[in-house]
Antibody, heavy 120, light 110 residues
Framework: EVQLVESGGGLVQPGGSLRLSCAASGFTFSSHWMHWVRQAPGKGLVWVSRINSDGSSTNYADSVKGRFTISKDNAENTLFLQMNSLRAEDAAVYYC?????????????WGQGTMVTVSP | QSVLAQPPSASGTPGQRVSISCSGSSSNIGSNTVIWYQQLPGTAPKLLIYRSSQRPSGVPDRFSGSKSGTSASLAISGLQSEDEADYYCAAWDDSLSGVIFGGGTKLTVL
């Protein structure tokens, strides 16, 4: 079964750090671009970051640039998001998602999401 | 990050055809393909349309997408109660070098 499973969310103080993981299974992880998308409670979807299939190229939303780092371990079939200097406005459910093969941004497989709460 | 403009809400009765618009600019919809997602309450988004008009396998042909200039639309024909959900458009933005989403449209089936 094609699956993405996120982990690593939780409660963190403002200024703190968290590392999210996304374990992929059931497909050739090394062939796909991967993304992180977040959604604050009751709000819309917001794109966070993407990484190309071999992990050599990344893009970030302006709101997280310089604070978040996306990475990809193709040997371990795992996507990561290192989040530093967290702010209250970063609180959200974070989804990892897979791009359709031969596309870069059409996300056809999504994880269940992991909740990040930023509070003193 | 900028957002694509979508109406906050839409509605229709069972069997009806509804359309949801998505307005952007030359740096996003005008130069890149449009993606549509459906999000049922409490669940992760689901890919409905990509490359502006292509349906992934498993998506009913009641759902169709189109693009013209800097705008796009999602049409749902033969509306069903299970179509009640939030719908989001998205596109790559060349100026921002990032993906931008619409604010979402909540579809109610009356």
């Amino acid at each position: 079964e094609v699956q993405l499973v996120e982990s690593g969310g939780g409660l963190v103080q403002p200024g703190g750090s968290l590392r999210l993981s996304c374990a992929a299974s059931g497909f050739t992880f090394s062939s796909h671009w991967m993304h992180w998308v977040r959604q604050a409670p009751g709000k819309g979807l917001v794109w966070v970051s993407r990484i190309n299939s071999d992990g050599s190229s990344t893009n970030y939303a302006d709101s997280v640039k310089g604070r978040f780092t996306i990475s990809k371990d193709n040997a371990e079939n795992t996507l990561f998001l290192q989040m530093n200097s967290l702010r209250a406005e970063d609180a959200a459910v974070y989804y990892c998602a897979r791009a359709v093969l031969s596309t870069r941004n059409s996300l056809d497989i999504w994880g269940q999401g992991t909740m990040v709460t930023v509070s003193p | 990050q900028s957002v694509l403009a979508q109406p906050p809400s839409a509605s229709g009765t069972p069997g009806q055809r509804v359309s949801i618009s998505c307005s952007g600019s030359s740096s996003n919809i005008g130069s890149n393909t449009v993606i549509w997602y459906q999000q049922l309450p409490g669940t992760a988004p689901k890919l409905l349309i990509y490359r502006s008009s292509q349906r992934p396998s498993g998506v009913p042909d009641r759902f169709s997408g189109s693009k013209s200039g800097t705008s796009a639309s999602l049409a749902i024909s033969g509306l069903q109660s299970e179509d009640e959900a939030d719908y989001y458009c998205a596109a790559w933005d060349d100026s921002l070098s990032g993906v931008i989403f619409g604010g979402g449209t909540k579809l109610t089936v009356l």
